[in-house]
C-alpha cells in the first residue's frame, strides 16, 4: 500500500491541530476555574493569589498559540474574501498564494523572534510560580513550529489546487 506524502503530511498536520486544540480546551477550562478561584478567593477570603493570575495567563497565551495552527489548516483566520471572490479562479490562487507566503514569513519572522528572545530570557522564571521562561513560552514556540509547517503545506496546497481540510478532518 502506497501513501501519498500529500496524504502523509495532511494526516499529521490534522493530528497535530487536533492535538493543540484539543490542549487549547485543556487550557481553557484551567483558565476559567482560575478566574473563578481567583475571584471566590479575593471576594470571600480576602485573599490574592498572584500564582493564579500567572497560571491563567500562561493558559491564555498558550491556547492562542496553539489553536493557530488549527484555524490556518482550515483557512478559518480572518480574511477579507471580497476581491477574491470577484476574480477568475486563476488569480484568485495567486491571491491565496501571495496570502500563504506572507503567513509563512509572519510565521519564520516570530521563530527569529523566539531564538533571539528565549536564550536570554529562558535563563529567567516567572515571579509568582517560578516557571522557567522556557517552559511558559514553549507552547508558544511550539504553536509558531506548527504553523510553519501548517503555512508550509498551504502553499504546497495552493500550488497543487488541493481543497484546504475541513472541520471533520481535523477533528477526526
Same mark, same amino acid.
Do not use: C
Given at each position: ?95 491565496? *498564494? &501571495? @496570502?500563504? $507566503?506572507? +503567513?509563512? /514569513?509572519? =510565521?519564520?519572522?516570530?521563530? !527569529? ?5 528565549? %536564550? ?20 508558544? *514556540? &511550539? @504553536?509558531? $513550529?506548527? +504553523?510553519? /509547517?501548517? =503555512?508550509?503545506?498551504?502553499? !504546497? ?5 488541493? %481543497? ?9
Amino acid at each position: 500500500m502506497t501513501v501519498k506524502a500529500e496524504t502523509f503530511g495532511r494526516a499529521v498536520m490534522a493530528r497535530l491541530a487536533r492535538a493543540g486544540m484539543w490542549t487549547s480546551m485543556g487550557l481553557l477550562a484551567l483558565m476559567a476555574g482560575l478566574i473563578i478561584t481567583q475571584v471566590v478567593a479575593r471576594n470571600f477570603f480576602d485573599k490574592g493569589l498572584p500564582w493564579a493570575d500567572e497560571l491563567a495567563r500562561f493558559s491564555s497565551v498558550s491556547l492562542v498559540f496553539l489553536t493557530i495552527p488549527l484555524l490556518a489548516l482550515r483557512r478559518d483566520m480572518v480574511s477579507v474574501t471580497m476581491l477574491p471572490d470577484m476574480v477568475g479562479p486563476n488569480l484568485r490562487r495567486w491571491m491565496h *498564494l &501571495i @496570502g500563504e $507566503l506572507a +503567513l509563512l /514569513a509572519f =510565521a519564520i519572522a516570530l521563530l !527569529f523572534g523566539f531564538s533571539a528572545y528565549l %536564550p536570554r530570557a529562558g535563563k529567567f522564571s516567572t515571579p509568582a510560580m517560578g516557571m522557567p521562561n522556557w517552559i511558559f513560552y514553549g507552547p508558544a *514556540l &511550539i @504553536g509558531t $513550529l506548527v +504553523l510553519t /509547517a501548517a =503555512a508550509l503545506l498551504r502553499i !504546497f496546497e495552493t500550488l497543487t489546487n488541493t %481543497p484546504p481540510l475541513d472541520a471533520e478532518d481535523t477533528l477526526k
